[in-house]
């Protein structure tokens, strides 16, 4: 495990506090954060160096210069506002909160866990004014604080900083059209214009135009900067301090990865051959190394230049990340394959991508299918009900982006497809409670119960790479209506062994282990481990419980389940989903309709309120859903007894 | 009855084939389908008139002169296509369809009946190429068509009629956008541009500035020209034909409920004191009876001018719309009321709206609190993420707008804002099957799975007036997180009575009629009604039904519930909803979790499939869902014997 070290509060206020001229303080502390955050991205094994680097030097001139937020404290009324839109530049934003002692270092130090701080903003962390991280709303928020300063009568003005990839999103317009027309002027709003989206050119994804030109038709103020230049900031800062009867924007051109040479995108791109390869991970043990020696080098030789002496770090500690296994398979990698071959023999299919083409495992279809390949952008809503015009004209569109984002951003346009009757696949990527270190925003435990009420739409969850080509096969060529295929992004914790001669049947899924105490019910790689790791341990307590598969989320045969629940009278669901509107309900609406529910016991275990943010070991656990706790709740139940059960569920038992 | 007349078919064929000028003809002819217009919204009772008479002489040119569509037939691959984004003028667009032979005059006529053509428009429909009535999907289709048209390699532009109101939706900027990066080019965009969106001008609701700029800035060609000038009309599309490398949008300057003078916008919105009163609804007999007047005059002028003979017209048969009483209780009115009420005395309440202050009943808060009421225009995103700012800042926010645009277009935000675990109150205006005319677009029948997976949120449907009130008063002063109120938009069919001294409790509904046989539950005005017609209807065979009003939609306190099922064995649920994700799931894990369910049969009553569109009477029964249905499905349960049941549910049987 590589070294890793970070510099302490104390050396932050040595520099707030050294006789040194304010823009080369500014500098210092700025590239001091950038070392923080790194070392904090490096510990978490993930996070986002690339825009949290290239917003950096707006951050600090905000909290160091221009706001009263730290002097009044965080939560007076006449404060002043700052907070990012596209949030995954929050690892930066801790880092700056951190040198002003408002986050403190255990906390810091903790990113993407349990009791650290979240991949995106969340409002529980001190100095976070909004949740963020799906992108568009900031502006909109924004009007809201901004509103709310205005009726009470509180001074502060409000600073909100969106991405350029994000002005592709519409909710942004809507934002911009409405705080001229509502004479909401107290906000400004930064756009950190570092050129590059998740990894590749915003000019490439979908151009903006003429944006200083697009932003004035909208009524506001417009100004345009050099980003990483204080004396520019201060100075756009101070016009807008001037402008009282407009809402502001500033585009301020900045780099990403700034401060790293081989991050910062001109030379990144170059290195990664169009493709930028630090917006978001962890840097190996060499390059996390390189990049923090260069920072702190070139600190040091500026401290130097300015005669102070050089900085004090401080060793951190690595920390457990909690014992577990990942396989090599990741099952959106079988459906990029999938796709490939199908689309070799079917020319209609045609796959839509908003701009998470690497993460969803269709970069490679369009390479090879580039003229089937169409890439929206940061735009959910135009990508679905574009992919409802595809439908209409007679194509096959498979939309990608993650669940988050798809069922809920774009739910009345897939609901409007749906009415058409035509037939569409979205893929939810990204599906489920894990991983849980970028937090409640990217997390989805409710798409199963936002699709649920359109009737002519399956929802399967494949556990493997193989019952995923299967599931891609019955989307395109076997089901009638439209489907949802709902995919985990990060790699299987094992890969789960189906029976031999298994076959994709609909509403049928399969046995994975028997058993005769009770019947567990799960779906996709994460939670069907948990659910084996559960037989394994009950096992150690002769009690037998049989887990089954069950990948058809909304869809369920009912001679096959009254075979598999057999006379089980202790049916459990285990749900990667909020306990509303999952495959629970699914199952138990069957089991009434069939009269299969008498003298059964029926419990689900899902993931009961907002999703914790963590490694998914901690999260699991703290959600109760990982294979030891789940042992332990399936034989809490032993106490209790059903009415008019017998000999349930522990046979011989009461 | 007023009599109502159709221009038959056989006038239109007669001036089509007249030797007269071209654009005199065009002219008779979109009078004529203007007459016709009115005629079949006057039949149907409802319907959009300002916006179809804005958009005639568009829809006729397209039609008439430029579009191949009629000459190479429907399902031509390499027609033409238009379709309408804004949805709502499509009583206009049908009556150009009737004046072509697409669409027969047995449907037309029918306009928001079970077997005519729907409110909004439905690929169902002849001549219909996309569903509708959402607003801000349509530019996002077009290129999907026209995408598909490029891959196919087939001929065919792609035009698409959006409201000039309709531009304050956030994915019309996406797609605009994406429309210029991906090089869609065969797009013609018009925008009806006639000052008004529902009832007050453009520029009061949300200002849209320098269009023709702004679109410019996106980087479609832009033309702007009267929209009512064929000669200008013949001009740009032209114009636009022979631009092939980039989008096009052509700003058509109307006037809202052209061809009538008092509808026409700049006398209507005098003669309405600002408010514009055309936009939908029918006019009474007087006002019918002028408009259709005024038309049919000045097209028999015209046509006298020109040599020809007056048109004959044809009589039309008024048609029974089912026999339904209603009460004189809007609940919509009560929530209104209450606000202003409650609002004396909570100075931190906020009331936000999205262009529809008339129907959700805020006018008059808007009024009374100038500075409190905050007019959204249409985009709902925005306003859900203004609430969240508003929420942020210590206000308690109350957002309106339909359930159907509220629950599923900001489900994203809504999220957002529970994640922060503020207090917002959102009000689902439009909840539920009725009014039926709208169709799909309208009405809301998913929108409590929409909300169910967010723990922290209350949905309540209150039954009446009183009940309504105190639902607000529990929204507002007592519940600790966020709610959904859902509402029916229309007139109570009964005002349903409640026990005295009854109040709304947390998890807790109320017995309105005994029963020993089966209970049903049920919530709101409309299925209430028809849940205690059910119970007149079985009380004939001596089967006594328990109704139940359940306001608490995803709340249940499990005593009560025991209670209140007591020992009856066949629980009912009747949904406004769809059956997946409403009050019967919540009651069935209720039951399920509480050991209540065992020897019990229970069936939901819900809106299956997509909802249809008609009159109440005509879909409540189309979906099983009227009194006389609902009481022959219970009884149908007769010969349904759940397992181990007993005397279920007549007592003395089997």
Redesign the interface.
């Known amino acids: 495990m590589v070294r890793i070290t970070l510099i302490p509060l104390e050396e932050f206020q040595r520099v707030r506090t050294a006789s040194i001229d304010k823009y080369e303080r500014l500098a210092l502390i700025a590239d001091m954060c950038r070392a923080n955050t790194l070392a904090s991205v490096k510990r978490a094994g993930s996070g986002h160096l690339g825009s949290s680097f290239s917003a950096m030097d707006i951050v600090v001139w905000l909290y160091y210069e221009e706001m009263n937020t730290v002097a009044v404290g965080l939560d007076h ?1 006449d404060r002043d506002i700052y907070f990012s839109s596209k949030g995954h530049d929050v690892p930066g934003q801790y880092a700056v909160l951190f040198s002003l002692g408002i986050l403190p270092k255990d906390q810091f130090i903790k990113l993407r866990r349990l009791e650290g701080t979240c991949g995106h903003p ?2 529980s962390t001190s100095g976070i ?4 991280g ?1 992108l ?3 502006i ?10 205005r ?2 009568g509180y001074q502060g003005r409000v600073f909100v900083m969106n991405g350029d990839g994000e002005m ?8 911009l ?2 705080a ?3 004479r909401i002027a107290n906000i400004s709003l930064i756009i950190d214009h570092n050129k590059v989206q998740s990894d590749r050119p915003v000019r490439e994804i ?5 944006l200083e ?2 932003l004035q ?3 506001w103020h417009v100004a345009r900067c050099d980003g990483h230049d204080f004396r520019q900031l201060e100075k756009v800062f101070a016009e807008f301090k001037a402008i009282t009867d407009t809402p502001k924007v500033l585009i301020a051109d900045t780099i990403k990865g700034r401060g790293v040479s081989f991050m910062e995108h001109p030379a990144a791109l170059k290195a990664g051959g169009g493709l930028y390869r630090w917006h978001s991970g962890a840097p190996d043990d060499l390059f996390f190394t390189d990049a923090y020696q260069e920072i702190i080098t070139r600190i040091n030789a500026r401290m130097t230049k300015l005669e102070l002496s050089p900085l004090v770090l401080e060793e951190v500690t690595p920390e457990d990340k909690g014992a577990r296994t990942v396989s090599c398979e990741y099952v959106a990698d079988a459906f990029g394959q999938a796709l490939i071959d199908i689309a070799a023999e079917r020319e209609d299919l ?1 796959v839509l991508d908003s701009d998470l083409a690497a993460d969803c495992r269709i970069r490679a279809f369009e390479l090879k299918y580039p ?2 390949f ?4 940061i ?1 959910e ?15 096959l ?1 498979v939309v990608n982006t993650f669940a ?2 798809l069922a ?2 774009a ?3 897939i ?2 497809n ?4 035509t037939k569409i696949v979205y893929v939810c990527h990204y599906a489920g409670l894990i991983p849980a270190g970028p937090g ?2 990217h997390q989805s ?2 798409d199963i ?2 699709v ?4 002519n739409l399956a929802v399967i969850q494949p556990c493997n790479a193989v019952e995923t080509r299967m599931a891609v096969e019955y989307c395109v060529k076997e089901a009638e209506g439209s489907c949802v295929l709902r995919l985990i992004i990060g790699p299987s914790p094992r890969i789960i062994e189906l029976p031999p001669g298994y076959r994709l049947e609909l509403g049928r899924g399969v046995t994975l282990v028997d058993g005769s105490n009770a019947v567990l019910f799960a779906y996709g790689p994460i939670m069907l481990h948990e659910a084996l790791l559960a037989a394994e341990i009950l096992r150690e307590s002769n009690f037998h419980l049989k887990v089954v598969n069950m990948p058809w989320i ?1 869809r369920v045969n009912t001679d096959w389940l009254q075979e598999v629940i057999d006379t089980c009278r202790a049916l459990f669901v285990l749900e990667d ?5 999952g495959l629970g ?1 699914t199952l ?2 069957a089991l ?2 069939s ?1 299969l ?3 059964r ?3 689900k275990f899902a993931v ?3 999703p914790a943010w963590g490694t998914p070991s901690e999260v699991l656990k703290y959600h109760g859903l990982d294979g030891a706790s789940l042992a332990a709740r399936i034989l809490e139940t032993r106490n209790v007894a ?3 059960s017998r000999n349930w569920p522990f046979p011989g038992e009461r």
């Open positions: 009324p969340d409002v004014e909004a949740n963020s799906s568009g709303m900031g909109s928020k924004a009007k809201g604080m901004a509103f709310a300063k009726l009470g592709q999103e519409g909710q942004v317009y809507e934002a059209q409405t001229t027309h509502q979908c151009d903006l135009g003429d030109t697009k038709t909208f009524g045609v003229e089937r169409i890439e929206n952008g735009a809503q135009d990508m679905v009900s574009m992919a409802g015009g595809l439908a209409l004209q007679g194509l569109p988050a984002f809920a951003r739910n009345e346009q609901y409007n749906a009415c058409e009757q409640q925003s435990i409710r119960s936002l649920g009420a359109l009737p909304n989903h909020a306990p509303v509107g309900d138990l609406n009434m309709a009269d529910m008498s003298v016991h029926f419990r009961e309120g907002y059903p009415p008019l």
